[in-house]
């Protein structure tokens, strides 16, 4: 090319085209940050959450993209944030975007940044407690619907973005009620998406049925008595017996994980919460006294496919049996089926549309998606899936420690702006989904 006057001014245009664009681009990704981490800077942390603020907030949002918004209190100080996008056909039945706006607390002191401020650090990782869990799920959803409304994308299925309270203290002021409500009913709900996990590596991870905790206390009574004497059947020996007996099936079920033969949410899982025994007194717990009363806390979580009826026995027969002067109660115990007894999951295969929509958004957006799971813990998703409603666990979250409830959470910058493509895509098959006019909602046959 002959550097001429008229090539060098192509040049100098092109580049500056150039320069605009990456400038335009960039400030977009800052205001997409930024909003990001004014939500997370909102202090929905129990067990004083300010829901106040972060219903401001999302309102805020709300109105800004022209969605319609609703404020409910199933329980009064707890409420629950209703988004609409009108679809172009209401006999579609609708879809429902799910989140939940309180966090668990944080230890200030065990962060590297404060839990709150939301802080960027020099490589782009966003520190804040609900950065994963789930902040980051609700702001996305409100970004990716920011983005289709700018390309003038028209739902023919009505969309919902909801942003429930007290998901992280069991739902049942929110989501439980929420599901059972007249207001609920009237969605004409299809399908759910609610939280994930993060995945380690770069595929993402979706999840169709969760466990079910079953927190149990065991307790052992005996007879009192000087600490020099050995006794036979005493609370303390009883329930050390029990605790080596749960011990033993919790490696046995961590086993099948350790060899590849499970997943987390396959197994049983079993974790001693508490172990409360001793006499105390005004200098310490009194070492020449064996203890009339000793007792345990467990968290144990339950997949769907496991046999309940043979871990009922094993708790009454072998950690718990009144032979040994134990008894135990169970302070929380959520079933992990249906009212016919069925397993609650949602179905993965041919008969459920909404799973293949899904993973076929996610690879059209550039992204990769495992095999589905079990979820490990709990979420407000069981409360739909308990009505039959395709329920889909999903946080876009690639490359990334899983680091809920735990110390420096964090997100990173990168897999965020990611993260809100993936739910474009998804939010755009979902809500466009017709099946040749046929009503397009498959509760499944728990």
Not at 164 to 182: I, M, R, Y
Request: proline share 5%; net charge negative.
């Amino acid at each position: 090319m002959v550097f001429n006057h008229q090539n060098i001014l192509l040049i100098s245009f092109l580049l500056t085209i150039t320069t605009t664009l990456t400038y335009v681009k960039a400030s977009e990704e800052s205001n997409i940050i930024s909003r990001f981490q004014q939500y997370l800077q909102t202090r929905t942390d129990h067990p004083t959450p300010n829901y106040t603020q972060s219903t401001n907030f999302l309102t805020t949002q709300a109105n800004s993209l022209s969605l319609q918004s609703q404020t409910i209190e199933f329980v009064s100080g707890k409420p629950l944030i209703l988004l609409k996008w009108t679809g172009t056909n209401s006999n579609l039945p609708s879809i429902m975007l799910y989140s939940h706006t309180d966090v668990v607390p944080a230890e200030h002191d065990k962060w590297d940044h404060h839990p709150f401020e939301a802080h960027v650090d020099d490589e782009g990782r966003i520190y804040a407690r609900g950065s994963q869990d789930m902040k980051c799920v609700g702001m996305q959803y409100l970004e990716a619907v920011r983005n289709l409304k700018g390309w003038d994308f028209q739902p023919k299925r009505t969309v919902y973005l909801v942003f429930a309270p007290d998901e992280e203290v069991g739902g049942h002021d929110g989501a439980e009620k929420f599901s059972l409500s007249k207001v609920f009913q009237e969605l004409n709900v299809g399908v759910v998406l609610d939280e994930g996990l993060a995945s380690p590596d770069e595929h993402y991870r979706a999840f169709y049925g969760e466990r079910s905790p079953w927190w149990l206390v065991i307790k052992a009574v005996g007879a009192p008595g000087h600490g020099s004497k050995l006794y036979d059947n005493s609370a303390m020996e009883n329930l050390w017996k029990s605790i080596e007996n749960i011990q033993r099936y919790r490696a046995s079920q961590f086993d099948l994980i350790k060899a590849g033969l499970k997943a987390d949410g396959d197994v049983v899982s079993i974790n001693m919460a508490f172990l409360k025994a001793g006499t105390p007194s005004p200098t310490g717990f009194v070492m020449n006294l064996q203890p009339s009363e000793a007792e345990a806390g467990f968290d144990i979580r339950v997949p769907p496919t496991a046999d309940t009826k043979s871990l009922e026995r094993r708790i009454a027969e072998e950690w718990a049996p009144t032979s040994r002067n134990m008894s135990f109660t169970f302070k929380e115990k959520i079933s992990v089926h249906d009212a016919s007894g069925k397993p609650v999951f949602t179905k993965t295969d041919s008969s459920n549309p909404w799973w293949a929509l899904l993973k076929n958004a996610v690879e059209e957006a550039g992204g990769k998606i495992r095999k589905p799971e079990v979820f490990p813990a709990s979420t407000d998703g069981r409360f739909f899936r308990n009505l039959g409603l395709p329920t889909i666990g999903f946080s876009p979250m690639a490359n990334t420690p899983i680091l809920l409830h735990d110390h420096n959470e964090y997100l990173h910058k990168s897999e965020y702006l990611k993260g809100i493509k993936i739910y474009e895509s998804i939010i755009k098959a979902y809500a466009s989904f017709d099946e040749h006019g046929r009503d397009a909602r498959s509760k499944d046959e728990l």
